[in-house]
């Protein structure tokens, strides 16, 4: 199973929305709705921040949504605010009770 | 509140083998699954497996499958994550993270990362 594909780099001014990419394939976000993003920032663990594609834990702010089409699900940050910078990693089920992540973007707040 | 509480850092020779430990609290530990996850220097992150704390049942990452030992100890609410024949490139900071299923695996506690360092 390869990793999840994810653009190594984002940016984008304050106050602007940016999207991260998350492409796989019919065995993984193609064919669950069991994809998930976290947040980490440098010397930090993962934060989760979208499940079930869009779904938010409770505390995190509704800049955050998440959206799949196809093989592709998406991470909008909207309203960037420079705590927004950071690395956010997906994941998605695999079946076989497998979990893939994705290589991981580094979001840069201009 | 959930914490995930992990062992210190270690440092280890090639062919070595080190053991992680998760201490989780704040929650029913068998009630949740344990996921364990590296991150290697300036990478991103890697599944190696979970366990299922109730049943003892694993499940492991094909790459990690001959040299990836998952273990829990109910009576103290402890997970433990066993990794055997060290290479450098095993230097990395390793998770545990916990999941409600498989199936929909999601990580909403982490603890807070053991780095091990592989040298000679």
């Known amino acids: 199973q390869s990793a999840l594909t994810q653009p190594p780099s984002a940016s984008g001014s304050p106050g602007q929305s940016v999207t991260i990419s998350c492409t796989g394939t019919?065995?993984?976000?193609?064919?669950?709705?069991?994809v998930s993003w976290y947040q980490q920032h440098p010397g930090k663990a993962p934060k989760l921040m979208i499940y079930?594609?869009?779904k938010r834990p409770s505390g995190v702010p509704d800049r955050f949504s998440g959206s799949k089409s196809g093989n592709t699900a998406s991470l909008t940050v909207s309203g960037l605010q420079a705590e927004d910078e950071a690395d956010y990693y997906c994941t998605s089920y695999a079946g076989s009770n497998s979990v893939l992540f994705g290589g991981g973007t580094k979001l840069t707040v201009l | 509140q959930v914490q995930l509480v992990q062992s210190g850092a270690e440092v280890k020779k090639p062919g070595a083998s080190m053991k992680v430990s998760c201490k989780a609290s704040g929650y029913t530990f068998t009630g949740y699954y344990m996921y364990w996850v590296r991150q290697a220097p300036g990478q991103g992150l890697e599944w190696l497996g979970w366990?299922?704390?109730?049943?003892?049942?694993?499940n492991y990452a094909q790459k990690f499958q001959d040299w990836v030992t998952l273990t829990r100890d109910t009576s103290i609410s402890t997970a433990y994550m066993e990794l055997s024949r060290l290479k450098s490139d095993d230097t990395a900071v390793y998770y545990c993270?916990?999941?409600?299923?498989?199936?929909?695996?999601?990580?909403?506690?982490w603890g807070q990362g053991t780095l091990v360092t592989v040298s000679s």
């Open positions: 079930e594609v869009s």
């Open positions: 993270a916990r999941a409600y299923t498989v199936t929909n695996p999601h990580f909403d506690y």
């Open positions: 019919s065995s993984d976000v193609g064919g669950y709705n069991y």
């Open positions: 366990i299922n704390p109730n049943s003892g049942d694993t």
